[in-house]
C-alpha cells in the first residue's frame, strides 16, 4: 500500500513537468508565427491558425473565422478528425457557431452538438477582435476536462498573434515570404515567384523543383515549414486570388477565368472558390 503510494505521488510531479515543459514548447514554438504570417494572405493565415491549434491542443474541430479590418473581407477554416482537411460541411459547422458570430454568446466554454458527427463537443471560444471587426475561433473536444489552462493559454496566444498580424496593411500583401533565417529562403522564395508566374501552366511539383533545383519532396517539407501550408495549398490559393482579380473583367465567362487562373475546368474552379471564399465565383462577380 505504502509503495502503491509513493509510486503514484512521484509520478504526478513529473506528469506535471511534463505538460509544463511541452507547454513551454508550444509557446516557442507559436512566437514564430507572427514572422510566418507576416506577409502571408488572410486566407493562408485562417488555415495555419487552424492547421496549428489542431496540432498543438489535439482536438476534435476548429473552425476559424477572421474578418479583416482593412477590408471587411471575411475567411474561414475549418480542421476535424476524420475527415479530410476541405470540409464539405464548413455550412454546418458555420451555423452551429452562429452564437458567436452573432455575439449572442461570449462564455465557453459550453457543450453543443457535433455539427458533423455524433456526440456532444465542449467549445472553448477565443474572439479575434480588430477594431469594430469581430471574428472567432472555436476550439473543440468531446474531453470532459477540457479546456485545460494550458489549452485555453495556447488558444489564447495563438490568436493574439493573428490579431497583431491581421491589424498590419502587410497582411493583405499578395507575397508569401518565407522565415528569413531559413537557409533555403532563395530557393523558397524563388518557388513562390514561379508560381505567381506561371499559376496558368502546368505547376507540379517536380516542375517547380527542377526550376529551383531541389528535389520536390525536399522542397514541399521546407515550404510547409516555413508557411505553414503546403505547395499545393498555396498554389490554390494564388489561383483563387487572380481569379478574384479577373472577374472585374465583364469580357470574361467564368470558364474563361478558370482556365485563365490554372484551373482544369469550372467545376474545379467554382469547388476551390467557394472553399476560399464562401460564394461561388458567379455570386461574388454579382455582388461586385
Not at 73 to 94: F, M, N, P, Q, W
Not at 110 to 138: K, M
Amino acid at each position: 500500500m505504502n509503495g502503491l503510494s509513493t509510486v503514484s505521488t512521484a509520478a504526478r510531479p513529473n506528469s506535471i513537468i511534463k505538460s509544463q515543459l511541452q507547454c513551454l514548447r508550444d509557446l516557442v514554438a507559436l512566437s514564430a508565427l507572427p514572422s510566418i504570417w507576416t506577409e502571408l494572405r488572410p486566407t493562408a493565415i485562417a488555415e495555419s491558425l487552424a492547421d496549428v491549434l489542431f496540432r498543438i491542443i489535439h482536438v476534435d474541430l476548429i473552425y476559424v473565422r477572421l474578418k479583416v479590418s482593412i477590408t471587411a473581407e471575411v475567411y474561414e477554416a475549418a480542421r476535424t478528425r476524420g475527415h479530410s482537411k476541405e470540409l464539405d460541411g464548413l455550412r454546418r459547422i458555420r451555423d452551429a457557431f452562429a452564437p458567436w458570430l452573432e455575439q449572442r454568446l461570449s462564455i465557453s466554454p459550453v457543450t453543443i452538438s457535433n455539427p458533423i458527427g455524433a456526440g456532444r463537443l465542449r467549445v472553448l471560444a477565443v474572439p479575434i477582435v480588430q477594431g469594430s471587426e469581430r471574428g472567432v475561433v472555436c476550439v473543440c473536444s468531446r474531453l470532459a476536462e477540457f479546456p485545460t489552462e494550458y489549452d485555453c493559454l495556447l488558444a489564447n496566444v495563438a490568436c493574439n498573434h493573428a490579431v497583431a498580424v491581421l491589424s498590419k496593411p502587410t497582411a493583405s500583401s499578395t507575397v508569401c515570404h518565407p522565415i528569413a533565417a531559413n537557409p533555403y529562403r532563395y530557393e523558397l522564395l524563388r518557388a513562390v515567384d514561379y508560381i505567381k508566374e506561371n499559376l496558368e501552366n502546368d505547376l507540379s511539383l517536380n516542375t517547380i523543383g527542377k526550376v529551383v533545383g531541389i528535389s520536390a519532396n525536399y522542397l514541399t517539407a521546407l515550404f510547409k515549414q516555413s508557411t505553414g501550408l503546403s505547395l499545393y495549398q498555396y498554389v490554390i490559393q494564388q489561383r483563387v486570388e487572380k481569379a478574384k482579380t479577373l472577374l472585374r473583367r465583364n469580357d470574361l465567362s467564368i470558364g474563361q477565368i478558370a482556365l485563365q487562373a490554372g484551373f482544369y475546368d469550372s467545376s474545379h474552379f467554382n469547388r476551390h472558390f467557394k472553399r476560399l471564399n464562401g460564394v461561388t465565383p458567379r455570386t461574388m462577380r454579382l455582388r461586385k
